[in-house]
């Protein structure tokens, strides 16, 4: 069935569309919230440091507890901890459908993360411990594909029912979809422990989280207290401190929560090298062209969800037969064509836009874009799981998973921080020849800090239309200059990211040996430190 062997065949695609099912809830989610997020700006006035954080703060606490809910899945039973996640992910999307202020939205996102801490890594070890090496790769590229579809429909269904039933819809849409999931896994799913038990480690998880959190906060809020500001630089010095802690704690302690000794394996070193820079690069840059889309170029929450479809598109349509190729020649030529194709169409996209760039001249872009990401995620994530074994599934899920949502986290802040630095520096001067006075400059100022200057908030200050063109047109301008080096610097990641695949990913001639290396791990016994 589906091309896999065994009398257990039919039970084995059963686990894999389940496990597809309740991730497409997962990337409902963050497809639609950025959607979301212009209409979540206008009625609960949030700023724009406080939009990063409504997304942020759902993957700061997702990055932080993965490893934690790997163990977890490994010690206790994957099984009950993705039946947890869900439980969790589907009660707070209900709680972010009900927040009142861009606080409350904020931290009903982050106990959503904490689900998602659960589910997430007991999708890819279920599907791991379900299929043999040889079958792995072939199923990772369903479990992508059949997840695009989600990814695809999830800016375009989003953007519809932002326009018509609001910004809460996007998470209340999420508690049906929770409820069916958890009744398909209760019955499908079978339970399944790692044979060696793994102990929590507390200080790892505290150093590590304060580190990730410290940093962003410093990326974050630098846009509105300034990078000189007693805060941002002791949170930085902090950051660094911290980081530092961790690596030492983690290279010392038996019980590390991230044990540095998989680095050593030069698939599994580059395949979280690739997770980290393609969501720093690519994931990011979707919060920002949402934005752009519809604050600069005037699009509604349906066009800009549906003008994402030819990306998403070719995701699904790329990611299963990339799979396969990955499982008989190797992942190194997919990643690699795949992340070129990627980093490209960002400098494309950096060199071309401006306010009034046609949508066909990104169209193009676009379907490259989404060739190389679907050329490039299933065969990144089954060269890092074979490199690592059956036995270390629940851990090396979690750290590929971290490693890809520590890159979102530092990708919106660090892109964010590029962005709105030249945004200010280019909006001040440019509004400072129309006339306007002090008071008119220093609301303008402030409102600009959101992100977004609507003509109705200029005409409440007093100014005339043709000055309510002149701030417009200005903070258009401004925007480009602050987005375009955001998307080169983004694209550049990527570029690197495919040296790094086409030197250390296995390929072709290494695909026969490194099988046999993944075989001989899982007959190895786990070490017990």
């Not at 759902?58 to 010690?75: H, K, M, N, P, Q």
């Not at 901890?81 to 459908?97: D, E, N, P, Q, W």
């Not at 090298?273 to 005037?298: D, E, H, R």
């Not at 800009?304 to 699904?316: D, W």
Request: hydrophobic share 55%; glycine share 12%; proline share 5%.
């Amino acid at each position: 069935m589906l091309g896999f062997e065994g009398e257990n065949a039919r039970e084995k695609v059963v686990v894999l569309l389940t496990m597809c099912f309740a991730l497409a809830m997962a990337m409902l989610d963050n497809t639609v919230v950025n959607v979301a997020l212009p209409r979540i700006q206008q009625d609960l006035n949030a700023g724009f440091s406080e939009l990063q954080w409504v997304v942020d703060a759902y993957v700061l606490a997702f990055a932080s507890l993965l490893l934690t809910g790997g163990i977890l899945g490994d010690r206790y039973g994957r099984k009950k901890m993705f039946l947890g996640g869900l439980a969790v992910f589907t009660l707070f999307s209900f709680a972010c459908g009900l927040a009142g202020s861009p606080q409350q939205l904020i931290v009903a996102r982050a106990l959503q993360g904490v689900g998602g801490a659960l589910l997430i890594p007991g999708t890819l070890s279920i599907i791991t411990v379900t299929f043999p090496p040889h079958e792995r790769a072939k199923a990772l590229g369903l479990w992508a594909g059949v997840s695009g579809i989600a990814l695809a429909l999830g800016p375009t269904l989003g953007g519809y029912m932002v326009e018509h039933l609001g910004w809460a819809s996007v998470f209340f849409l999420n508690v049906p979809i929770g409820i069916i999931a958890f009744i398909v896994a209760t019955i499908t799913v079978r339970e399944s422990r790692s044979e060696q038990e793994r102990k929590l480690d507390i200080v790892g998880l505290v150093l590590g989280t304060s580190a990730l959190f410290l940093v962003t906060y410093g990326l974050i809020e630098a846009n509105a207290l300034g990078w000189g500001d007693a805060r941002i630089i002791g949170s930085l010095i902090a950051f660094g401190v911290m980081l530092v802690a961790f690596l030492w704690w983690e290279l010392r302690t038996k019980q590390p929560m991230m044990p540095l000794r998989f680095f050593r394996i030069p698939a599994f070193s580059a395949g979280n090298s690739v997770a980290f820079s393609i969501a720093l690069g690519m994931f990011a840059t979707f919060f920002f062209l949402t934005l752009y889309m519809q604050n600069i170029k005037g699009y509604s929450p349906f066009q800009a969800g549906a003008s994402f479809l030819p990306l998403t598109v070719m995701i699904i349509v790329t990611a299963p037969y990339a799979g396969s190729y990955a499982s008989r020649h190797g992942s190194r030529a997919p990643m690699t064509y795949g992340l070129v194709l990627a980093g490209g169409g960002l400098f494309l996209l950096g060199l071309l836009l401006t306010p009034t760039t046609s949508y066909w001249v990104m169209f193009p872009i676009f379907l490259a874009m989404g060739h190389g990401m679907g050329a490039t995620m299933a065969p990144m994530t089954a060269a890092v799981m074979n490199s690592v074994g059956r036995e270390r599934a629940g851990l090396g899920s979690a750290m590929t998973n971290t490693s890809r949502e520590v890159g979102g986290v530092l990708g919106i802040a660090v892109l964010g921080a590029i962005l709105t630095t030249q945004l200010k520096s280019s909006f001040a001067p440019a509004v400072q020849g129309l006339g306007l006075a002090p008071a008119q400059l220093q609301a303008i100022g402030d409102s600009a800090k959101h992100g977004v200057l609507t003509p109705e908030s200029l005409a409440a200050l007093g100014l005339t239309p043709a000055q309510i063109e002149g701030v417009a047109a200005a903070f258009r301008d401004a925007f480009m200059q602050g987005f375009r080096p955001a998307l080169l610097f983004a694209g550049t990641v990527l570029l690197l990211a495919a040296i790094v695949s086409n030197r250390l990913i296995p390929g072709r001639d290494t695909i026969d040996e490194h099988h046999a290396a993944a075989n001989a791990a899982e007959a190895e016994p786990v070490p017990a430190h």
